[in-house]
């Protein structure tokens, strides 16, 4: 059957849990607000200028990639007939190389 004495021992198991644990030192009140305001300013989105600068938007990481150009215009390879495939051969470069790599963008399939 039922027995009062099973259900009264989980709250006993609850109530000894300490909620005291470590924790960091509080900050003084100053450095507790800059660090609030630092950690505000951080989240909130940045807000589009009103006025667009060019150079902004042509930024670029200088160790960034350059971005790899098509070789041909259009959705059908004028040399192979593919539809919907690469816009560049992926292992030209190591073409002539017969235990060459299959490479596009810098990541490499080694076959």
């Known amino acids: 059957m039922f027995s009062i004495r099973a259900c009264s021992r989980i709250p006993r198991l609850i109530r000894n849990v300490s909620m005291n644990r470590p924790a960091p030192l509080p900050l003084p009140r100053e450095d507790q607000r800059e660090f609030e305001e630092l950690l505000r300013k ?3 989105p940045l807000a589009p200028s009103s006025i667009p600068d060019p150079e902004v938007d042509l930024a670029v990481h200088p160790d960034a990639r350059k971005p790899v150009t098509p070789e041909f215009q259009g959705d ?3 040399e192979t007939g593919e539809m919907g495939g ?3 051969e992926p292992v030209k470069r190591w073409a002539a190389d017969p235990g060459g790599d299959w490479s596009f963008k810098g990541r490499v399939s080694d076959f």
Do not use: I
Request: positive net charge.
């Open 86 to 88: 690469p816009k560049r």
């Open 76 to 78: 059908v390879n004028p």
């Open 42 to 44: 951080a989240q909130t």
